[in-house]
């Protein structure tokens, strides 16, 4: 089809791909040579669709930065050829992947849309089906020659979101992922309705990819109870060089005495210590009540509202990155990618 949209669909793995062996009734990944036989809809697109899958298939929980590497760097390679791209990948992880390239694919002016199921595309009830071509419509969208979504997004059940402020919340409905802080780019219903205010400004500008990732990171979740050989244990984990601490409400942490001393001596001895709420609304705000006052004496750095997926993934973008502990203490706190409020 002369001057239609052109479409890369990337396969990673997960649940959607998969169909049952007529055999064995296992859920097994199928070829995506077949693809217009389990969707043959497809083909009424007005779309040129080009498939790539990843060899080997992988559940998402298996997913590594090493991938994310790869991937961001096919998306490099066929970035000029492409007008939007697809990208088909397990649901448990989604949300760290589509952050980590959020944060890797720099100046990005196309849509890259994550999508996957909770049921296999080769079942009857699959919701696989309906986020595979949606996602595809709006991987596809333009609007005065440019495209409507600049920017990775997870496209599930019916809600476009932006990547990096999205979590995996529900392992049963097929409403899986939630964006508590920042409003769905997109609804899908009878109509497609984009939710302008809110969706990325392209800047015309050309894509870098950083390909370079640090992942001596570590996450902290507080718990009531948490014992001074638990902290210690993390906190002396070899070659770490960044912790998200997650914390209680808007940024809340214990404040007995051994505690504080033991995260001041680590950011004296240079961790980055990431201050982000276990709560999927909301904000830290170091300060606002006592117990979060000594985080932020001690040198903590609030992540205001940051998702845990985006933080993780920002810290690894920013260490690969060689920036020193003061520029990244910075750009911890500043909006890079539309991934935090600030
Ligand atoms: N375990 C699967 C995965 O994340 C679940 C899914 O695809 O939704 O790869």
């Known amino acids: ?152 997004a997870i496209y599930f059940e019916n809600r476009l979101f932006r990547a990096n402020r999205t979590s995996k919340l529900n392992a049963e409905n097929f409403n899986a992922f939630y964006s508590g802080n920042y409003p769905a780019l997109a609804e899908v219903g009878v109509h497609v309705k984009y939710n302008y205010n809110y969706i990325g400004k392209p800047n015309f500008k050309k894509l870098i990819v950083h390909k370079e990732l640090d992942y001596n990171v570590g996450i902290l979740k507080l718990f009531p109870g948490i014992s001074k050989n638990t902290v210690e244990a993390i906190l002396n984990t070899n070659g770490l060089k960044a912790l998200i601490l997650e914390t209680f409400g808007a940024g809340n942490a214990p404040t007995n005495k051994w505690f504080i001393e033991l995260l001041e001596q680590a950011i004296k001895k240079g961790l980055i210590i990431y201050n982000v709420t276990q709560c999927k609304e909301g904000s830290v705000e170091i300060g606002k009540y006592e117990t979060s006052v000594d985080l932020g004496r001690i040198g903590v750095i609030g992540g205001n509202d940051i998702t845990t997926e985006s933080a993780i993934t920002k810290l690894m973008y920013l260490l690969g990155s060689g920036f020193d502990s003061e520029a990244i203490s910075r750009l911890l706190q500043t909006d890079l990618r539309g991934e935090i409020t600030i």
Do not use: C
């Open 1 to 152: 089809m002369k001057n239609a949209p052109a479409i890369l669909v990337i396969y990673t793995g997960g649940t959607i791909g998969m169909i049952q062996n007529p055999e064995t009734g296992a859920l097994q990944p199928f070829n995506f040579d077949s693809v217009y036989e389990q969707i043959p809809v497809l083909e009424n697109l007005d779309y040129n669709i080009d498939f790539y899958s990843f060899d080997p298939l992988i559940d998402s929980s298996d997913m590594h930065p090493e991938f994310w590497i790869h991937l961001a760097g096919l998306i490099e390679e066929k970035y000029e050829s492409y007008d939007g791209f697809v990208v088909l990948h397990g649901s448990d992880t989604m949300a760290y992947t589509a952050s980590a390239l959020s944060f890797m694919l720099e100046n990005l002016n196309k849509p890259v849309i994550f999508t996957g199921s909770q049921l296999p595309l080769g079942v009857i009830r699959t919701d696989g089906r309906e986020n595979f071509i949606n996602s595809i419509e709006i991987a596809a969208a333009s609007k005065d020659n440019t495209p409507v979504i600049p920017e990775v």
